[in-house]
């Protein structure tokens, strides 16, 4: 009986049923496979029909990287803390400066103390700080309204010199380095939220603490002094790293530190800096 | 006792001896990666033990238990003895001593490869030749199997095969395709290397074969719970089957589409395109059909039992059904796990949605829930079914028995659930030890006690499990019951030849591997080269890690 009903009749119902499925799933699935799934990686069709089918089969060494745009490659900012950078900052003339600076004074204030919130108080910031920033807003690696196109009017020169005459005007920010840390603050178990992110940070979300580079008592180079700061202008810079806004940190550590903050922490730091820290 | 229950109760008791050891280390290994203390912290030992619980679990309590139950199958539906006793004596020789060898192999800390064949990672020899010699061994039992129902075909021209031989004649046929695989890997590749007759291992070839055997092995083990679904549920719960054809169609579904699918496993394997990978991925959608037949079936099974019994209205028939058979809890039980798992296996299976959960503790609690959960209890029912009409001796309490089924599921899902979520997070599988001061992996900490809780609950349903078979073994001798299998509320007088044998079936698959594996299998033979040096694993490899 079995005989009479070999696998391969076709002409019976069972073989031909079975046969029949199977094929027909077999080549829909090979259809998507090799030719719809491999041409259409993403909305419209990416790749060749041909190229499409090697990539399916596993070989893609001739066929070419696949259509998609790719994002150009991108360096955080052009500034690197050489020697020579370090000296064209040194070279700073604050009396030239203080030319340049009277296109400044519109927006950030009389002697670079601002009195809006839209925009930073410049009076006390190390010029290596201003220095840089000039430069990234000259070259596109920041962006905020009309600075990229002040800066560059600006040469190096005059960069260095109006980041020399803003560094020293007074009433300003406090200097980051040689104050005191509040009693305690050190410590992972201080209560307040905003003292213990700025001087012991969070360990377990890899937060180092904000005093570290910013003072009180510690300074890093680039980073700017922030005690007196506005708190509202801290908060946009700390959400504008979070989201990717804002991509000229060296190294990358503020974006990856203000991702970790929960928007409350950010409010809490700024007013740490901003609020009382300024007064005192 | 009749000689071939003699020979299944050898079987048995080879895979539940295995069994309670390895479920003792499955709870250590747990405890292990908790972040609670552990004795013999040392990962050396973990992992060593990750491949003594994988090759007892995966490989010898399987082998053993299906072949001892193909026998006793073989035995009582076809209602005469069975043939070819002597062969199946000296295949269970085999593959006890394959088994001792893969084991003292382990146990001497050169074989911790994690119980998979994946190279470059590469065990002793003796592993090797161990596990060579419990596949072939039970391809004795394979040959034993095809044999007998084809003489009992022989003898009676036009009857329907009885359909529990017909399924273990399938899971035998299904055996013989998947171990081709890893036969290949081992004979072409594996043990040329380990006994150094070569320099370089083809990685990727080696995997490739290995994916042949991988999935299919799967539903190998799978097979005896299905039988048990068709053809002794109906039986315990006092009714008939729902449908012999149904059953049929369900075994020839599962010998086809378990086995050109294993490509799954290598979704994330850079030696293959991603073409043959998707059409594995279609094909193995597919074997969720026999799964939903066989669900399907089964519940309409168990309504038949309980309207039979004098259950009333839309659900009143579950509640008539006889609760306390151990048979009757035990599907149950096995089909919410079933669902569960089997939502998992989805994502597992699902060419892109893989890539979230490749690698993760995700997929060993979906393996733990499917196999240890779903299928191992049914090996569990049957073998309280069994044991009695073996033995002569009947279960000394049913009590007990549906207790420990009870004991078995809740353990199964207190480890399992939380074992996915933390796969999920992205914890790895096979990895010793965490770091639980780190914050990726703080988080996850909690879920592991929870699945330690689980494990403990497991190991005390198992050392319950092998009480009840011991105490039920020194029992009263009565007059053993005849063992009984379902009949179909239409049984079939004629059944077609496509559905009486496998030689249609036989030939798809065939046509379905060269289709789905060709290829992916030939590249490197013309194409590709992965030949690589091996990493030995030898305890100087790994006392040399640690200062």
């Known amino acids: 009986m079995v005989r009479e009903q070999g696998p391969f009749k076709l002409g019976n119902p069972w073989p031909r049923i079975a046969w029949g499925s199977v094929a027909a799933v077999f080549i829909a699935s090979f259809l998507i496979g090799f030719l719809v799934l491999g041409r259409f990686q993403q909305n419209g069709p990416t790749l060749g029909t041909w190229t499409a089918f090697c990539r399916a089969i596993g070989l893609s060494a001739a066929s070419g990287s696949a259509g998609e745009p790719q994002p150009p490659r991108r360096t955080p900012t052009r500034i690197a803390w050489t020697n020579n950078t370090l000296a064209q900052i040194a070279s700073g003339n604050e009396q030239h400066g203080a030319f340049v600076a009277l296109s400044c004074t519109a927006c950030h204030g009389e002697g670079g103390v601002s009195a809006s919130t839209l925009f930073p108080t410049l009076a006390g910031m190390n010029s290596a700080v201003i220095y840089k920033q000039l430069d990234d807003f000259r070259s596109g690696k920041r962006l905020w309204g009309a600075m990229g196109a002040i800066a560059a009017s600006l040469s190096d020169q005059q960069s260095a010199d109006v980041a020399a005459y803003f560094a020293h005007r007074p009433g300003g920010l406090a200097p980051a380095a040689g104050e005191g840390i509040p009693e305690g603050g050190r410590s992972l178990r201080q209560r307040d939220p905003a003292i213990r992110l700025v001087f012991a940070g969070d360990p377990q979300r890899g937060i180092p603490p904000c005093a570290a580079c910013h003072g009180p008592d510690a300074q890093k180079l680039g980073a700017p002094a922030l005690r007196g700061q506005h708190i509202e202008y801290i908060e946009r810079q700390l959400a504008a790293f979070a989201q990717g806004m804002r991509q000229n940190d060296i190294n990358e550590q503020m974006r990856v530190i203000a991702r970790e903050l929960k928007p409350s922490e950010m409010h809490a730091v700024a007013g740490y800096y901003g609020g009382a820290g300024g007064d005192e | ?547």
């Open chain 2, 1 to 547: 006792m009749q000689r071939s229950s003699r020979l299944a109760l050898f079987h048995y008791w080879v895979a539940f001896a295995t069994f309670l050891p390895a479920v003792l280390l499955g709870a250590w290994q747990m405890l292990m990666r908790s972040p609670l203390p552990a004795p013999l912290d040392d990962s050396a030992s973990y992992y060593a033990s990750v491949t003594l619980h994988g090759t007892a679990m995966a490989y010898v309590v399987t082998t053993f238990f299906i072949m001892g139950f193909g026998y006793a199958v073989a035995a009582t539906s076809l209602g005469r003895p069975l043939r070819g006793m002597t062969a199946a004596w000296i295949g269970f020789a085999i593959c006890l001593l394959g088994t001792v060898m893969a084991v003292t192999a382990i146990l001497s800390g050169r074989a911790s490869v994690l119980y998979t064949f994946y190279p470059p990672l590469l065990a002793s020899g003796w592993y090797y030749c161990g596990a060579a010699l419990l596949v072939g061994g039970s391809m004795i039992w394979v040959v034993l199997m095809i044999l007998n129902m084809r003489a009992w075909k022989r003898d009676n021209p036009g009857h329907p095969v009885p359909l529990p031989m017909f399924a273990i004649t399938a899971t035998a046929i299904l055996w013989a395709w998947a171990a081709a695989g890893v036969t290949l890997e081992l004979v072409g590749i594996v043990l040329p290397r380990a006994f150094g007759w070569s320099d370089l291992i083809d990685a990727s070839l080696a995997r490739t074969l290995f994916s042949v055997t991988l999935h299919a092995i799967v539903y190998f083990w799978l097979m005896p719970a299905y039988i048990a679904f068709y053809t002794l549920v109906p039986v315990a719960a006092g009714g008939r089957m729902y449908s012999d054809t149904m059953g049929r169609l369900a075994f020839i579904m599962l010998l086809v589409f378990s086995l050109p699918v294993g490509m799954h496993h290598l979704f994330m394997d850079p030696g293959h395109g991603s073409g043959f990978k998707f059409v594995q991925s279609a094909l193995t959608f597919l074997v969720v059909l026999p799964t939903l037949l066989t669900v399907f079936s089964t519940c309409a099974s168990l309504e038949i039992a309980g309207r039979i019994r004098g259950g009333r209205g839309l659900l009143g028939w579950i509640r008539a059904l006889p609760w306390d058979e151990p048979m009757v809890l035990a599907v149950a039980l096995s089909l919410v796990m079933l669902g569960l798992g089997g939502f998992g296996g989805l994502v597992n299976m699902s060419y892109a949605m893989n890539a979230m959960i490749h690698n993760t503790s995700w997929v060993t609690a979906h393996f733990h829930l499917i196999f240890g959960g779903a299928v191992v209890i049914m090996y569990f029912a049957i073998a309280y079914e069994m044991w009695p009409r073996i033995t002569g001796r009947p279960l000394r309490s049913k009590r007990l028995a549906c207790a420990q089924l009870w004991l078995w599921f809740w353990g199964m899902l207190i480890t399992t659930v939380p074992w996915h979520v933390a796969g999920l997070m992205g914890q790895p599988r096979r990895v010793a030890a965490f770091d639980y001061a780190d914050p990726l992996n703080a988080r996850m900490g909690g879920l592991v006690v929870v699945s330690v809780i689980g494990g403990v609950i497991l190991l005390g349903s198992a050392i319950l499990l092998i009480a009840i078979l011991i105490r039920s073994h020194f029992g009263l001798r009565r007059q053993a019951m005849p063992m009984g299998y379902a009949i179909a509320v239409n049984p079939p007088l004629r059944v077609p030849p496509a559905l009486n044998g496998f030689g249609l079936w036989n030939a798809i698959v065939a046509v379905l591997m060269v289709l789905a594996y060709g290829y992916p299998i030939g590249q490197f033979f013309f194409m590709k080269q992965h030949s690589v040096p091996a990493v030995a694993v030898t305890s100087e490899l790994e006392s040399g890690g640690k200062p």
